[in-house]
């Protein structure tokens, strides 16, 4: 099975959210990441979704979305023509012995510290999933107290972009 992103524009209105996920729950397909946000006009909203599926069911999710009333664009982002982040806020064990490690991490992964407590350091890093993956699995062993991700953002290269109507 493919991972897809897909981008969505959408009305900036109360309950798109819940229809456009709904959609995804009565057809039986699950959401990896779902992310969504102001356009640069108030009028509307972008969702970046994305979902595991072959042709078949990413056509039949395409379809499903342009039914939905405040759906006003959906396009396949591919991946070479995209940029894509995300978001990972993480707090470690902050242990004398342990600290310089995490700090060179740190550095490594062009990371930075953005709170420092007696007992935690919380970092936070930007970059593509195979990079926030890899960051965490290289923290585990100095004890992660707690975390969480955004989910991916994601927008076109160049002039390609989704229009708002």
């Not at 819940?18 to 729950?25: A, D, H, L, P």
């Amino acid at each position: 099975m493919d991972q897809y992103v897909i981008g969505v524009i959408v009305s900036n209105v109360s309950g798109v959210l819940s229809r456009v996920s709904g959609m995804f729950t009565r057809r039986g397909f699950n959401i990896d990441s779902l992310t969504v946000g102001e356009t640069e006009s108030g009028e509307f909203s972008r969702m970046t979704i994305s979902f595991h599926g072959d042709d078949d069911i990413k056509e039949r999710i395409l379809r499903q979305l342009q039914k939905l009333y405040d759906v006003k664009e959906v396009e396949v982002l591919e991946r070479k023509d995209t940029v894509i982040r995300e978001l990972l806020l993480i707090k470690v064990r902050n242990k004398t012995e342990s600290r310089q490690d995490v700090m060179t991490a740190v550095e490594i992964f062009r990371s930075k510290i953005v709170d420092y407590s007696p007992t935690s350091l919380t970092c936070e890093l930007t970059g593509e999933t195979s990079k926030i993956d890899a960051f965490i699995e290289l923290l585990k062993p100095y004890g992660i107290m707690e975390m969480c991700r955004t989910g991916i953002v994601a927008i076109e290269r160049g002039d390609n972009c989704l229009k708002t109507k």
